[in-house]
């Protein structure tokens, strides 16, 4: 049975007690049959179930459950029941690392990230955290996590979270061993759904579309850990080649070859410094013994595309994909990035412009149809990927471009986007439906959980 999000309070007045809608009373009633139990992230105690005093919409737990489960603070809340035990949350932790010993900013220059992530909390109902391996006391089975007050940021002891959505920071940090191990345990020892499981490998991804029909048309033509002949044929052919680390984000390590027609020298687009650098070779040979000295081990050669262009300068779109309330793929945010001059990527940091895709085409004079390939494309690459990928995927973050034949082609999908793009002021909307979805996955994630529960209680009303 599925209640609406309602407000839950602290009662006072009776002990064992948790108070339910008079309607909801009402079906228990019919059924003459009561849950016995209660569950809040991982802990499940005994208890009795009566109507509202006040007969209000709402729920009112005694506050001697509220301090057995460990409530945190009143809140909007979903309801879900499995036979005789009622679900109180969910209670979804945000995984992360980088925290300080600072209570103002606790996880360092992305604490406004997180604060603002968890200040959707009201908006959906469940109760939101941030929380690293440090802080996971795995004898108690409970979490001294972050959430974010009116108060600003407080630490709260809560029991282990019924969903946890995996925001770590970069690769290094998912690699070492106490993230593994923390994964690990959380998913084998408490069975709990754990969302955005790792950075995506883009070579991986290439080959995971490359053999499908539908995908495999958005996919420019590569190659992984390239032979030079890979890299000249290409050239040949496309007169622009972009090399880039197949572990790479945020546009760094990508370098861009350019052979202009009847031009005898090779050119060469890259960042260094953060300055965007062009230099020029009399042959291809040099360009790649001077530009990767080191090799191409790793790296991914790839087809230039001939992009739509603003004021001579290239354009491609950032479109975020979530899976909403009922765990289905929609677009969360679309936004195209203009390259800035003499750039090699659009992103912001390299000079990049953001508009948004209305914008841009009205300025181009583009048809409005492209608005409609891409969400249709970025929604077929988020179901393809996620059918292939184990564990559960709630986001994705795509670099999609259109060539001048109006074709669409995926240059990356991140496991992990990037936010800069919500920084544009008509983008509010896409920002709050981003940070919305995530947690509205969770609680699609909590209910299924529920669904697959087992009975967890015994006659004492102990956890099995």
């Known amino acids: 049975m599925k209640q609406e999000a309602l407000q839950l309070v602290s009662e006072n007045s009776r002990s064992g007690t948790f108070f339910v809608p008079v309607e909801m009373f009402k079906e228990y009633v019919d059924r003459m049959q009561f849950p016995t139990a209660i569950s809040f992230g991982t802990k499940t105690v005994s208890c009795e179930v009566a109507p509202h005093p006040d007969q209000k919409n709402e729920y009112k737990l005694s506050s001697d459950l509220w301090d057995q489960l460990m409530i945190p603070h009143e809140s909007l809340i ?13 209670l979804v932790g945000i995984f992360t690392a980088g925290f300080t010993q600072f209570n103002l900013r606790p996880i360092g220059e992305r604490s406004l990230f997180f604060a603002k992530l968890l200040s959707v909390e009201k908006k959906i109902g469940a109760f939101y955290f941030v929380f690293g391996a440090h802080q996971i006391d795995w004898e108690n089975g409970t979490v001294n996590g972050y959430f974010y007050t009116n108060e600003g940021w407080r630490q709260r002891k809560v029991p282990i979270p019924n969903v946890v959505y995996d925001r770590l920071p970069n690769r290094k940090v998912e690699n070492l061993e106490f993230s593994k191990e923390v994964k690990e345990r959380l998913q084998k020892e408490y069975d709990i759904p754990w969302f955005n499981p790792g950075f995506f490998n883009k070579w991986d991804i290439h080959q995971m579309l490359v053999n499908d029909n539908e995908a495999s048309k958005h996919l420019p033509r ?45 050119y060469c687009r890259f960042r260094n410094n953060e300055e965007n650098r062009l230099r020029r070779y009399s042959s291809l040979k040099r360009l790649v013994r001077r ?47 203009i390259a800035g001059t003499g750039s090699i990527t659009t992103h912001v940091k390299s000079g990049g412009e953001v508009k948004t895709v209305k914008e841009i085409l009205h300025d181009i004079g583009a048809t409005p149809t492209i608005a409609k390939k891409l969400h249709e494309t970025a929604l077929l690459l988020s179901e393809k990927i996620d059918a292939n990928m184990p564990g559960f995927i709630g986001e994705i973050g795509f670099d999609i471009g259109v060539d001048q034949d109006e074709h669409v082609w995926m240059f990356e999908a991140n496991s992990k986007p990037g936010r800069t793009i919500f920084s544009h002021p008509k983008l509010k909307g896409d920002d709050l439906q981003s940070r919305r979805l995530p947690l509205e996955y969770a609680v699609f994630l909590f209910k299924q959980s529920v669904e697959k529960q087992p009975e967890l209680v015994n006659a004492h009303g102990t956890f099995l």
């Not at 979903?78 to 009622?86: A, G, S």
């Not at 992984?224 to 760094?252: M, R, T, W």
Request: charged share 25%.
């Open 222 to 266: 590569s190659y992984f850990q390239p032979e030079f002949h890979d890299i000249e044929k290409l050239l040949e052919e496309f007169k622009q080649v972009y090399v880039k680390p197949a572990n790479g984000s945020l546009g760094l390590g990508i370098q861009q070859l350019i052979q202009k027609n009847d031009d005898p020298f090779v």
């Open 78 to 90: 979903h309801v879900f029941q499995k036979d005789q035990t009622l679900y109180l949350g969910p």
């Open 291 to 337: 530009q990767f000295p080191f090799g191409l081990e790793e790296m991914i050669a790839q087809q230039g595309i001939r992009l739509l262009k603003w004021n001579n300068n290239p354009i491609d779109f950032r479109i975020h994909t979530n899976k909403d309330d009922e765990g289905k793929w929609c677009v969360s945010a679309i936004a195209a990035k």
